[in-house]
């Protein structure tokens, strides 16, 4: 079974099970954080994304554009449209590669990045309303509960892009996102800017909330 971009088993959910009965394990990622769980892995703190380990290892004469789509969307997806500090040169010219395999760029920008339906602006806008500034405003965050994603009919997708929507705040140095994933469970996002490592703070939270 080969799996990528999960930094821990933790993050494959459901398809561990999957993962525990596997004869053969591989998993292919990019965070530092990544503690080798699969028989054989292949990890890159260094890179800008998965997709970006992923194409180191392919064959760039056999990409066809439905491949390149995919990998190119993973880029923009994980560097903030290349704006986050993972995005290196080397991101750039793998990203400037799958263009030149035909690829319509800003559609692919606006569709899988900017574009969001009616609901998702709806919770979107419920979020940054209810926000909370503290630590002299370099940190920032908001919580959305099952109830609140009932009302709006929407679930844990629909949420994607609020922890850095929340990141953007003029001042802010720390963007963190809750929302609860099931009866006293809680899934949380942090972003940050500039030099500060959320990968440090991640642990307390978790330990915190056992």
Do not use: W
């Not at 760039?60 to 903030?80: F, P």
């Not at 503290?134 to 940190?139: A, L, P, T, V, Y």
């Amino acid at each position: 079974m080969h799996q990528l971009d999960a930094s821990d088993r933790e993050r494959l959910g459901a398809y561990d099970a999957i993962f525990s009965r596997a004869k053969k394990t591989f998993c292919i990622d990019h965070h530092i954080t990544n503690p080798g769980f699969a028989q054989e892995n292949h990890v890159v703190p260094g890179a800008s994304s998965a997709c970006e380990v992923l194409f180191g290892l392919l064959d760039e004469t056999k990409i066809g554009r439905e491949t390149a789509e995919c990998l190119y969307t993973g880029i923009v997806h994980d560097t903030g449209v290349f704006k986050h500090n993972n995005t290196t040169g080397k991101t750039m010219a793998i990203a400037g590669r799958l263009l030149d395999k035909g690829l319509d760029g800003e559609k692919i920008i606006d569709d899988s990045f900017f574009k969001k339906t009616y609901v998702q602006n709806q919770i979107l806008g419920r979020a940054l309303l209810e926000s909370i500034l503290f630590m002299d405003g370099k940190c920032i965050f908001t919580v959305v509960k099952a109830r609140d994603m009932e009302f709006y009919g929407v679930d844990s997708k629909d949420l994607d892009g609020i922890v850095d929507q929340l990141r953007v705040t003029d001042g802010v140095e720390c963007a963190i996102f809750i929302y609860e994933s099931g009866v006293q469970q809680y899934k949380v996002s942090l972003r940050a800017n500039g030099d500060l490592n959320v990968a440090k703070v991640a642990p307390i939270l978790a330990a915190a909330a056992m």
